[in-house]
């Protein structure tokens, strides 16, 4: 498990064991975090046979490690959808977007999952002074054409009043909030185990191949036969399906948790999750026990920086000075994936179906997509096309030189930040 605050603060948990012989199944989850557990979870629900499998352990990827900001909607806003795709169809993926919280905090409560959830709203700083125009805009069209009335524009003033820091304004979502992502996937596995599902760690998938009524995914020389499988890798599927993984591309981020700050209310003064408009986001919320919990500058190369909290840091002094010099406790890093139209990538061909690049929005999205994956697994796939009806174009070059262009145009645009 990475070093992390969320690591060292984790609920219990058993250490569970890897696969040790073969095994059938109705369907076979590989990845074993929120977007693999809630599949697991509703699957068993239904009554079908469900054999989960963990490279590393659960939560260990981006659903453990990640900024545990919970912000309603999809990476690509309202007005930009509505202009792509008409106003219906723009509706009908938000409507669903939006479901994802309501599907969350209805898990946390009826699997009585303890995740420091915190219901305080989502804060989105202004970066530039033109940020406010499409920020109004967005608003706007969220209220009036989207039914979602749950979202302000603050002034420079008031935005100066709620984060201790320069924005030209923000863009403030009151149903966003907080949690710990760790502790709420280790919650989602014991519920999945409580509804039958066999959830196996240590287990590597290194092959899946289609099998005379379904699929075989093999791990080492072992292997689980299921009528279906799903993939919830996300950045972290090694290859199993070059063709699906054409169409997400890996990012690294890295956070650190500071020692306990004196007066948090002095830097956040209603305990918001907090995100910047740059394209290089700046994003962080205080802890329960009052750490600031920083993440900022990613890298779009595979090696971690030497120094996480040194990396970090200048990122966390630049929005607040004040806290120059803090103690940091806890600094971490991993894989998050993204796509080229920033909405996430739900399919499927022949027997396996498919979710991932959620493109930094997954602390809601991933729980709603493992739901809509077991309900097409199911044959109920209206609401799983919504998103699969709109696959992301896949990354230029194959696997050989994606990985440079990339970052070509990642710098670009982080440039643009300084601009």
Known sequence: ??????????????????????????????????????????????????????????????SGRNGGQMIPGLRKGAVELRDQL??????????????????????IARHSIDCDLRL???????????????????????TDEMAYPHVDVLSSAQARAEVATDYHGALVDHLGGHMHPLNYALGLARAAEAAGAQIFEDSPVTALEEASGGVEVRVGALRVRAKQAMLAGDALLHRIDPAVERRIMPVANYLVAT????????IIAHDQAVSDSRFVVNYYRFSQDGR??????????????????????????????????????HAWGGLVSITRSRLPHLGRHGEVVFAHGYSGQGVLLSTLAGRLAVEAVCCDVD????????????????????????????????????L
């Open 383 to 418: 609401r799983f096309a919504r998103f699969a009806s709109l696959p992301p174009a896949p990354f230029p070059g194959g696997e050989a030189v994606r990985g440079p262009l990339h970052v070509m145009g990642m710098l670009w645009y982080a440039l643009r930040d300084r």
């Open 1 to 62: 498990m990475a070093a992390s605050w969320y690591a060292a603060t984790a609920n219990p948990a058993p250490r569970r064991p890897p696969l040790t012989e073969d095994r059938e199944s109705d369907l076979v989850v590989v990845g074993g975090g929120c977007t693999g557990l809630s599949a697991a979870l509703h699957a068993a629900q239904r009554g079908m046979s469900v054999v989960l499998l963990e490279g590393g352990r659960v939560g260990w990827g981006a």
């Open 292 to 329: 600031l919990l920083f993440g900022g500058g990613e890298r779009y190369t595979p090696d971690p920086p030497a120094d996480i909290a040194a990396f970090v840091r200048p990122h966390l002094e630049r929005v607040f000075p004040q806290l120059s010099g803090v103690g940091i406790d």
């Open 86 to 107: 008409g106003l219906e169809r723009a509706r009908g993926l938000l409507d669903l977007a939006f479901e994802a919280r309501g599907l969350v905090l209805d898990l």
């Open 259 to 266: 020692a306990p700050v004196s007066d948090p209310a002095a």
């Open 120 to 142: 305080t709203g989502h804060f989105l700083g202004a970066v530039k002074p033109s940020d406010l125009r499409w920020m109004d805009a967005e608003a706007q069209c969220l």
